[in-house]
């Protein structure tokens, strides 16, 4: 039974992967994220219009990543971590303000 579910998830990947070989976002369409698949097939259109091949690939890569596990290739590479509003607004929060110095020569 194990190896039964451990096989769909193999022909799910794989359609997942030959989706986004034919469409960026392709893998996003396939697991039926419509707004997602939308989404990354225009940045891949755009991204191969600026940057060429490797801009498509890119683009191609994130959208297998958030079609398999749910996030962004930057989210699982760290890339802007601890730059969201709150992480921002936190460390702000904890930051000591300088206190004034008065001066005692008077």
């Known amino acids: 039974m194990a190896s039964e579910i ?3 998830d193999s022909v799910k990947n794989g359609l997942r992967f030959v989706g986004e070989y ?10 039926g994220d419509y ?6 097939a225009a940045l ?4 191969r219009a600026a940057f060429g091949l490797p801009g498509l690939l890119l683009v191609s890569v994130n959208s297998l990543t ?8 930057y989210e699982h590479l760290g ?14 929060t904890e930051r000591e303000a300088p206190t004034p110095s008065m001066p005692t020569d008077m």
């Open 6 to 8: 451990r096989g769909m």
């Open 22 to 31: 034919l469409v960026p976002g392709g893998s996003n369409l396939v697991k």
């Open 35 to 40: 707004k997602q698949a939308g989404l990354h």
């Open 44 to 47: 891949g259109l755009a991204a």
């Open 66 to 73: 958030k079609a398999n596990t749910g996030r962004h290739l």
């Open 79 to 92: 890339i802007f971590e601890g730059t969201s509003i709150e992480d921002v607004a936190e460390r702000v």
